[in-house]
């Protein structure tokens, strides 16, 4: 990126909103510095912004965009002007920037005009188009990031889906019909896990259980530590009501627990259904995968920062389904959490490949409405669903993009 102005102060301004937006503000080429101190008066600056200083004219302008736009180092140029005196009218110096851009569009250089004035023309004023007119230079250096980002996206790789090994892709449309069948919307615990292990998809054991009495019994087959869930007819968030109990041992414990929660449910007139019995998973980073059905664009997965606190932390990484290997590995590492992941401050590392997968197999069926697997706990030997809820509805008819 390079920098023209007539004003200091807006320039810097320019130079750090580049930075936030991942462009470079390097010193320009020692030919071209030359040039431009031969043009320009003593005290301008010729590195990188380039400050002519407030008395420089239109001509100015278009003679020093023109130089920089033509040193080999350069992909973008914005331009700012700022009247130095009430009254001076930005057309002059928007039409020979305008000028200046004719030229660079030769190279494959793109130029950006920003004008700091009360009532700035429309570029529909200004003649011929071909150069957008920003009313700060922050605005043009986040519209010029957003197409550097676009054009590496085009430029790179499509990568291709491919279905993982072990899908049982008639499982998971049985247990789909089944629902719709009975109009259920969210799918319960058992139905739940069928369609996830239809997908291959790594679930904490469990148990269901109908009384207190039969989770007491199942947490003994389970052989460890366990977690127990209250069943709730349109209780989605059980931890936020008061539904989970953590970290209980024995059949005496669990069924004292159980027979808490009926009773602390049926004072609040929601009565219990029955209880998950759940093995406790192993300490970890709590993440999460999802998927949402959109109008418009169809499935979404998203891959994101999980636990009772991903709400707060926004965290998140969403691509259009189905989503290939490398699509996968690169919604994770590009979470601001990821180093959580990877051994911050000497924890071990996570086994991220199992996420990944994860992220892979939470294929979207189109009658998954929403399919939200909260947390997922990973892990050094692995990656395992802890929570998971899923919604299904007929997709509704999507009118193609074009039509919108």
């Known amino acids: 990126m390079a920098i023209v102005t007539n004003a200091g102060g807006p320039a810097i301004m320019c130079a750090d909103a580049c930075a936030a937006a991942g462009l470079r503000v390097e010193p320009l080429g020692e030919m071209t510095r030359a040039r431009l101190a031969a043009d320009l008066r003593a005290a301008a600056a010729v590195s990188n912004p380039v400050d002519m200083l407030a008395a420089a004219t239109a001509a100015d302008f278009r003679r020093t965009v023109e130089r920089v736009a033509a040193d080999r180092g350069v992909d973008a140029v914005i331009a700012i002007f700022i009247p130095p005196l009430p009254g001076r009218r ?70 291709v889906a491919q279905v993982p090994a072990g899908v049982d892709a008639d499982a998971a449309a049985a247990v789909i ?36 009495a039969d989770a007491g019994r199942c947490a003994t087959a389970l052989h460890s530590a366990v977690a127990l869930k209250a069943i709730v007819p349109g209780l989605l968030h059980k931890s936020d009501a008061g539904a989970v109990r953590l970290d209980l041992n024995g059949a005496a414990q669990i069924t004292r627990a159980a027979s808490d929660l009926k009773a602390t449910f049926a004072a609040g007139e929601t009565p219990i259904e029955g209880f998950v019995v759940q093995q406790m998973a192993p300490p970890g980073v709590e993440m999460l995968v999802g998927i949402v059905g959109d109008e418009h664009f169809g499935p979404v997965v998203a891959c994101a920062a999980g636990g009772t606190a991903v709400e707060l932390l926004g965290d998140v990484q969403v691509r259009l389904a189905p989503v290939a290997d490398a699509e996968a590995a690169a919604m994770v590492r590009a979470l601001r959490t990821f180093p959580l992941l990877d051994g911050y401050r000497g924890a071990p590392r996570a086994d991220v490949r199992g996420l990944e997968d994860i992220v892979v197999r939470a294929a979207a ?35 193609p993009l074009a039509s919108l």
């Open 90 to 159: 930005c057309e002059p110096v928007l039409r020979a920037i305008r000028a200046a851009a004719r030229r660079a569009a030769r190279d494959g250089v793109a130029i950006a005009a920003v004008a700091m004035a009360p009532g700035m023309p429309g570029a529909a004023d200004l003649g011929p188009p071909g150069v957008p007119i920003y009313s700060t230079p922050e605005q043009a250096a986040r519209a010029l990031g957003h197409a550097a980002r676009h054009a590496r996206r085009v430029r790179a790789p499509v990568p």
């Open 177 to 212: 019909a089944e629902a719709l069948a009975d109009r259920t919307g969210w799918l319960g615990p058992d139905a739940t896990a069928r369609l996830l292990r239809s997908y291959g998809l790594p679930l904490a054991a469990f148990e269901i259980a109908p009384t207190p």
């Open 365 to 399: 069926h189109p009658e998954v409405a929403e399919l939200d697997l909260n947390p997922v706990v990973v892990c050094a030997a692995g990656a395992l669903i802890v929570d998971s809820r899923v919604r299904v509805q007929r997709p509704p008819r999507r009118a």
